[in-house]
């Protein structure tokens, strides 16, 4: 148990809508990271929070924003969904920006 | 840019047989460099990992991987394999400071262990 937590563990939904992915980071971890996981672009980096404040993105689209609230829990809001954002999404935490990192078992979207 | 290139999406290999998962990256900068592994339908677990000192890193179930800075490379090995060390493995690359941290995976390796 790597202690961090991910809710839901499945979502299946229609195109155009909205969904929320929430991730509890492990136990005095302050960065939290979240990735998507698909067959045809692997493991991809989304963006990167520390205790509240953004601190790095990568390759996240416009119709997702992210967000770390002051108890350190973090969600990923993905809008207007289309077909190809079905996918694994993880959250993982680390405890230093150079610490490995602890991920989640992941929420798997399904869009139809 | 960071990037990082498993170089074999699939590695068939027999019980207790030797294998060799590798790995390449590129960075401008000084990086920092890990070896995740997933099982099915889990979360991504850290296997090894170089920060600095010694360039062979070992992990407790019999891994290592050797920094090669000249080469750019991080390749894992283990003499002898086992039928549970099946899965996907992934290497990866960070690098950053307290501004702001990336760590970029490869598009992984699945190592297939055969009886």
């Known amino acids: 148990d790597s202690g961090v937590t991910q809710t839901p563990k499945h979502l299946i939904t229609a195109t155009g809508q909205r969904v929320t992915l929430r991730c509890s980071p492990r136990s005095g971890d302050l960065s939290v990271y979240w990735y998507q996981q698909s067959l045809d672009q692997g493991l991809q980096f989304l963006i990167h929070y520390y205790n509240g404040e953004e601190r790095a993105k990568g390759n996240i689209l416009e119709r997702f924003s992210a967000q770390q609230f002051p108890d350190l829990h973090s969600e990923l809001n993905l809008s207007s969904l289309e077909l190809g954002d079905s996918a694994l999404y993880f959250c993982?935490?680390?405890?230093?920006?150079?610490?490995?990192?602890?991920f989640g078992n992941g929420t798997r979207l399904t869009v139809t | 840019a960071q990037s990082v290139t498993q170089l074999d999406s699939q590695v068939p290999v027999f019980e207790e047989a030797p294998v060799e998962l590798r790995c390449n990256y590129s960075s401008s900068v000084s990086v920092y460099l890990f070896w995740y592994v997933q099982y099915p339908n889990q979360g991504l677990q850290l296997l090894l990992k170089y920060l600095s000192g010694s360039t062979l890193v070992e992990s407790i179930n019999g891994f290592e991987a050797e920094f090669n800075k000249s080469q750019t490379s991080f390749h894992l090995r283990k003499p002898s394999v086992h039928i549970s060390d099946t899965a996907e493995y992934f290497c990866a690359v960070s690098e950053g400071d307290t501004g702001g941290f990336k760590t970029i995976f490869g598009a992984g390796t699945r190592l297939f262990v055969k009886a």
């Open positions: 993982a935490s680390s405890v230093q920006w150079n610490s490995p990192l602890h």
